[in-house]
């Protein structure tokens, strides 16, 4: 009865080390479609393309000003899933870089060089968001739009949406500052003169006033003793609407909570950890990537014989 048994341990063993083995792409190299080398892009909207390669699961995409042996500012720095990604560029000469990666491996770099012009007029451009970045996230109401100038501008048109538009208004300047109310926002501008416009370009922000809930210790219970082993640390908090929390954990060797043994952070309310024999003291506080954060928990108490 014992030798089927072990005939069958060892194909589930082999089986498994075929799924997970991963397929070697660092010998292979991403075709690169566009922009093509030495191109001259018109307008300050650019969209970069690529042959998919089998077995990738991303590609990292760069793009250096004017190169990347004398790059003064790496301008784009994203990891992708898709074959494109379209991005806004002031003009310029440029030189872009995408590699393809998996689990296991990477490919090499393919590179190109390529430069941007502006086109003729303002149908042909975009106005270029400079600050605060896309889905940024603040506590303080008092906010700076900014964006870059256009030629053949005369002024610029700057809207704020929030389900409906709340704001509009046209002026020459290349920033505005605006006070917002707590909620999340849309804020989008265009270059405009007498005859034509540019498209609107535009971002979300997120004005975030309210502090989390304070986290709620479940376990360990207080007073609980462990005899030398990994300890499962879990709590419960009701996040609010806003943007993304987060926890912190702070684990001490002092009631004073002054010696402090390990601190980590979670986003699953939850965190693992082995200690060495000793009385410890535990508490957690939330956070929130506006800035806003939670009082202090309870504390708890535990040993490690």
């Not at 898709?82 to 560029?89: A, H, P, R």
């Not at 870089?97 to 490919?107: P, Q, V």
């Not at 975009?126 to 964006?147: C, G, H, Q």
């Not at 048109?157 to 505005?176: C, P």
């Amino acid at each position: 009865m014992k030798k089927p048994i072990l005939y069958s341990l060892l194909l589930l063993f082999i089986s498994c080390d075929d799924i997970l083995e991963v397929p070697d792409i660092s010998d292979q190299q991403v075709i690169l479609l566009a922009p093509a080398e030495g191109t001259s892009v018109q307008g300050n909207t650019t969209t970069f393309s690529w042959q998919a390669l089998t077995d990738a699961e991303e590609y990292v995409l760069q793009v250096a000003t004017p190169d990347f042996n004398n790059a003064s500012q790496i301008v784009i720095d994203s990891t992708l899933t898709g074959t494109s990604f379209t991005g806004e560029l002031l003009p310029n000469s440029y030189e872009w870089r995408l590699k393809a990666i998996n689990s296991g491996f990477e490919t090499a770099y393919a590179f190109r060089n390529f430069t941007v012009e502006e086109s003729d007029g303002l149908s042909g451009n975009t106005v270029i968001l400079s600050s605060p970045a896309d889905n940024f996230a603040t506590n303080n109401t008092e906010v700076t739009l900014n964006w870059e100038a256009l030629n053949d501008a005369t002024e610029y048109r700057i809207q704020v949406e929030e389900d409906t538009v709340i704001f509009d208004e046209t002026i020459e300047e290349t920033s505005i500052d605006l006070t917002f109310t707590e909620g999340e926002f849309d804020w989008r501008v265009r270059a405009q003169n007498a005859t034509e416009s540019s498209l609107f370009s535009s971002r979300s922000i997120v004005i975030d006033l309210t502090d989390p809930n304070v986290p709620q210790l479940s376990s360990p219970v207080n007073n609980d003793t462990f005899d030398g082993m990994e300890i499962d640390f879990d709590w419960t908090r009701e996040d609010i609407a806003g943007s993304r929390e987060l926890d912190s954990i702070f684990i001490y060797t002092d009631s004073n909570l002054q010696n402090l043994a390990i601190k980590d952070q979670s986003i699953t309310k939850a965190f693992s950890a082995t200690l060495q024999a000793d009385t410890y003291f535990w508490v957690v506080r939330a956070y929130d990537e506006a800035g806003n954060e939670s009082d202090l928990s309870a504390t708890r108490t535990f040993t490690v014989n």
